[in-house]
């Protein structure tokens, strides 16, 4: 019987061993499910900035096209403009599509995170409340891409 109990406690001790080598196999597959999850959700963070630098560059050199047509639409009459217009609000619409929003300017107060100032100019309005839009500023969800150009009330 002596035989069996050793042979038994042998046994019992190979266990106790192969399941502590399992439980260290299980902590490690679980760090390392862990840290792939977390390469993975990093790989598509840095896909997303890539896609957005693309747009972001092709968004800028848009605004130019939209610059001309903004200065063909000033300085065309009213039926001759008409063609530049449907244009122009297309083209908005579809970078709408992609998070491009104008900023609003006129009568608020200058901030230079969205502002640029181009002129001061002596008025009856608190100082620094924006009179006039020199040229439109632009952002891109929620990062400026273009600051709007102002004239604003000054001393």
């Not at 106790?16 to 999850?37: C, G, M, R």
């Not at 409340?129 to 000054?154: A, D």
Request: net charge neutral; hydrophobic share 30%; proline share 1%.
């Amino acid at each position: 019987m002596k035989k069996k109990d050793k042979k038994l406690e042998e046994l019992e001790r190979l266990l106790e061993e192969e399941k502590k080598k399992s439980e260290t196999y299980l902590e490690q597959y679980k760090y390392l499910k862990a840290d792939f999850e977390n390469f993975r959700k990093m790989v598509e963070r840095e896909r997303e900035e890539v896609i957005k630098s693309a747009n972001k560059k092709i968004i800028e050199d848009i605004l130019e096209i939209l610059d001309d047509l903004e200065n063909a639409i000033k300085k065309t009459n009213e039926d001759e403009s008409k063609g530049f217009r449907i244009i122009r609000n297309k083209l908005l619409r579809i970078l709408e599509n992609y998070g491009l929003k104008k900023i609003e300017c006129v009568g608020k107060k200058f901030d230079p995170y969205y502002h640029e100032v181009i002129i001061t100019e002596k008025s009856e309005k608190e100082d620094g409340t924006i009179l006039e839009e020199i040229q439109e500023g632009y952002m891109l969800g929620e990062k400026v891409i273009r600051h709007s150009k102002v004239k604003i009330s000054g001393r």
